[in-house]
């Protein structure tokens, strides 16, 4: 099954032309054979993310959202604040195994990354670190397979129907 995913790059210094993070997603969102249905570029203002993660969930042509970059700790790191806003539910085991994926690649400084997901509309939130080892690591350990219908025993796909019941 085909996933729809929008990926948004948060950053104050890159453009479409230089983003080597967005750039990694777009080829491994290619490479599993899933559609890139909107990539954008925007500042790291919590408002402006806010603005096009809103737009995005009431998309019906979009299943996940990824976010990369503005998910450390310095003051302009607003990524997870701006994601959070938005949540109807978080998924805290997507960050814990992020930073235990990490640990194996930048030691103790996964510590410092404060990737998170969440479901916001029916929608997958993921918000990756700007670096391309984070993404890397993102992709490569976690999302490539709980993004594939075949994963076993269950993945982030067979669930899509079942994310708006109440």
């Not at 959070?84 to 194996?104: C, M, Q, T, W």
């Not at 690649?105 to 509309?121: E, F, H, P, Y």
């Not at 993921?126 to 993004?147: E, K, N, R, Y």
Request: some cysteine.
């Amino acid at each position: 099954m085909r996933v729809n995913i929008a990926l948004l790059t948060v950053t104050d210094t890159r453009t479409l032309k230089n983003d080597k993070s967005g750039g990694i997603l777009v080829k491994k969102i290619k490479k599993a054979k899933h559609n890139l249905v909107d990539r954008k570029i925007c500042k790291d203002s919590k408002a402006a993310i806010k603005k096009i993660l809103k737009q995005w969930i009431k998309k019906k042509n979009i299943d996940v959202i990824i976010t990369t970059g503005g998910t450390g700790l310095t003051g302009r790191d607003i990524t997870p604040e701006a994601v959070n806003d938005i949540a109807d539910k978080h998924i805290p085991g997507f960050g814990e195994i992020f930073r235990y994926v990490s640990l194996k690649t930048v030691g103790t400084s996964s510590i410092q990354s404060r990737a998170c997901a969440v479901l916001a509309n029916g929608k997958y939130i993921f918000a990756l670190p700007g670096s391309s080892g984070g993404v890397t690591d993102a992709w490569d350990q976690i999302l490539v397979h709980q993004l594939n219908i075949n994963n076993k025993p269950c993945n982030f796909v067979e669930l899509f129907p079942r994310l708006k019941e109440k």
